[in-house]
């Protein structure tokens, strides 16, 4: 049978599962009863909820086109920057990748990033102008973008050559020509057979076993999977093998107990084994990871791995140690935790842990304050414990003159006509520079900018109050520059608990006058807490369990309503970038709190001090 690998790559929001959706069920996949979920590719809880893809997923289809039948292996990426690790790692084991482009939106900062990765690796992209039914949509300019992006990162003449095609992903249908309407798939399909190489590793078929581990997972009956493409012979229950490290270092031995193909949705044992050119997964290795070669005991050089970026940011993950801790969660020890985040390194190449000084605590290092932040709510959905440092960015010295160098980032901004004098005096104010902008349509400014990474940590709220909830910011790493200096965010002071005890409704109506609370009234708080924030910009003791002394007088003005305001209640990843660097994030699986590091406020003041 023809066999075809693809990725679908894409910026965030341009369509890639919503596509994927439409081509599981017109491929067949489906049967006429069978009831289907929108975006079925986003099985995971926290894809549901957000409307973001977290995690690459691979799935396959039969195709029955012009070519015959043809198996196509359908690789769906994530398109936030943040995740872009898994973009990295998977576009090595296809061959060919459509990229998507939302007709409106046009190319994106992700676009650029997934672009340059797809081309560094030879592949010969199909270009998806998607959502051309929209109202405000411009193909044609989207499509000239594209050919100067694809000029601009260093496209060979052979993939600026690329084919394109218009579509409508939520709708289901495909045309190569904007003038003859459709109401089907099919062409994509056929382009893909038709533009998309069969892998070349299907002639290595009589080779010894070879495949490249790309995504790990855990299966409660199987134990560890490990999915990849096979490089060179067959994959066969039974058989025996062994793992390599990137150096080629025997990292354990074992024999293959199941080879699971991608069949639609689901993954189906195969028997007779798979060969060389499939996607699959392997069970029947414990200790063998992502980026690790699978082989056959004959064999002793290992695949080579696709190296990944960096990580930008990091924090500090500790152990819960506030006056509440242990009452909300069961997964509260060090060495619990210490599993936990070296077990998520191990599956996620984007994300580095070290341990530090303290044995308590552990350094987390990823792209973004978003993939950190998923990181901590599968965490405490999970049942643990733990205390959040704010992010800082990962510096670096130049090897040559030893000069501190920064992550700059490429940060792309469509906002409405009336905000951008705001938008550009905040950003400018944090050291970001200019570089272009214009109109983008519907009333809206398209805002292009280079800023250091520290500048936009905690930034997205106050972003989002400036342009009353209609601004889109979008950012990719770029590079490393010199250290910009001291940045001036500005932040209000906070309101820090005295003691312990219960906060009353009688005391957050008095210290209403004094900001804005993030508790309400008759929950638990304790010293050092953060209930609030201050109206002023220096941090203020309160008591917010003082209650109305009652007497036997009666008097006018005594027996006033109390009426309080909805408390503020931050996300995580609203806290994990509202802290200051002497405040910590506390995370129970019911409970999100902001407090100080230093909880008594006399040691606090002596600390100021010393610092000053």
């Known amino acids: 049978m023809n066999l075809r690998n693809i990725a679908i790559i894409a910026h965030v929001d341009h369509g890639k599962t919503t596509l994927v959706d439409q081509l599981l069920a017109q491929s067949g996949v489906f049967r006429a009863n069978e009831a289907t979920v929108e975006r079925a590719m986003d099985s995971n809880d926290q894809e549901r909820e957000r409307g973001i893809t977290i995690l690459a997923k691979c799935t396959s289809v039969l195709w029955h086109g012009k070519a015959g039948d043809t198996r196509i292996n359908i690789i769906d990426t994530p398109g936030h920057a943040d995740f872009g690790g898994e973009v990295e790692r998977i576009l090595g084991m296809v061959d060919g990748c459509v990229i998507l482009i939302d007709a409106e939106e046009g190319v994106m900062p992700q676009t650029k990033f997934v672009l340059g990765k797809a081309l560094k690796l030879g592949l010969r992209p199909i270009l998806c102008i998607n959502k051309v039914d929209r109202p405000h949509a411009d193909p044609d300019r989207v499509h000239n973008d594209a050919f100067d992006l694809f000029a601009i990162m260093g496209a060979t003449e052979e993939q600026l050559d690329f084919p394109h095609i218009y579509a409508s992903g939520k709708n289901g249908w495909a045309t190569m020509d904007m003038n003859v309407p459709n109401d089907t798939l099919a062409p994509l399909f056929d382009l893909i057979v038709e533009h998309v190489p069969a892998p070349k590793v299907i002639e290595n078929v009589t080779e010894p076993f070879q495949m490249l581990a790309v995504l790990i997972e855990s299966d409660p009956f199987l134990g560890r999977l490990l999915t990849g493409r096979i490089q060179s012979g067959k994959a066969v229950p039974g058989l025996a093998i062994k793992a390599l490290d990137r150096n080629g270092v025997e990292i354990e031995r074992g024999r293959i107990t199941k080879v699971l193909a991608f069949r639609g949705l689901k993954r189906q044992p195969v028997e007779e084994g798979a060969e060389a050119g499939d996607i699959v997964a392997i069970a029947g290795l414990s200790k063998a990871t992502v980026a690790d070669t699978l082989c056959d005991m004959s064999l002793t050089t290992a695949l080579p791995a696709q190296p990944i ?116 005096e905040k950003l400018s104010a944090r050291k970001a520079e200019l570089k272009d902008m214009g109109p983008s349509g519907a009333g809206k400014t398209r805002i292009i900018l280079k800023s250091p990474s520290r500048s936009l940590i905690g930034y997205q709220g106050e972003f989002l109050t400036d342009t009353r909830g209609s601004g889109v910011l979008n950012r990719v790493f770029s590079h490393y520059e010199s250290y910009k200096g001291v940045i001036d965010q500005n932040r209000k002071g906070v309101l820090v608990s005295n003691g312990d005890g219960e906060t009353s409704a009688f005391a957050l109506w008095k210290l209403e006058e004094r900001g804005t609370m993030f508790v309400g009234g008759n929950e638990k708080t304790y010293m050092g807490m953060i209930i609030g924030e201050n109206s002023r910009s220096d941090d203020l003791d309160v008591n917010p369990m003082k209650t109305k002394q009652l007497t036997n007088i009666r008097a006018s003005g005594t027996d006033e309503a109390i009426r309080l305001t909805p408390p503020r209640r931050p996300t995580l990843e609203q806290a994990i970038a509202y802290i200051e660097d002497d405040e910590l994030v506390e995370v129970t699986p019911k409970s999100i709190r902001l407090r100080k590091k230093t909880l008594n406020p006399s040691f606090r003041k002596k600390r100021v001090k010393e610092d000053a």
């Open 309 to 424: 970026d960096p990580p930008t940011i990091s924090m500090t993950v500790s152990v819960n140690d506030s006056p509440l801790a242990g009452r909300e969660g069961t997964k509260v020890q060090s060495r619990i935790i210490r599993e936990r985040l070296f077990k998520e390194a191990e599956s996620n190449v984007a994300i580095k842990v070290t341990e530090t000084e303290e044995k308590d605590a552990f350094e987390v290092a990823g792209r973004g304050e978003l993939q950190l932040g998923v990181l901590i709510e599968n965490m405490r959905r999970e049942g643990f414990e733990v205390a959040i440092s704010r992010p800082r960015v990962v510096f670096k010295n130049d090897p040559e003159t030893g000069e501190k160098l920064e992550p700059i980032e490429d940060v792309m901004i469509d906002v409405d006509d009336d905000y951008t004098g705001i938008v550009i």
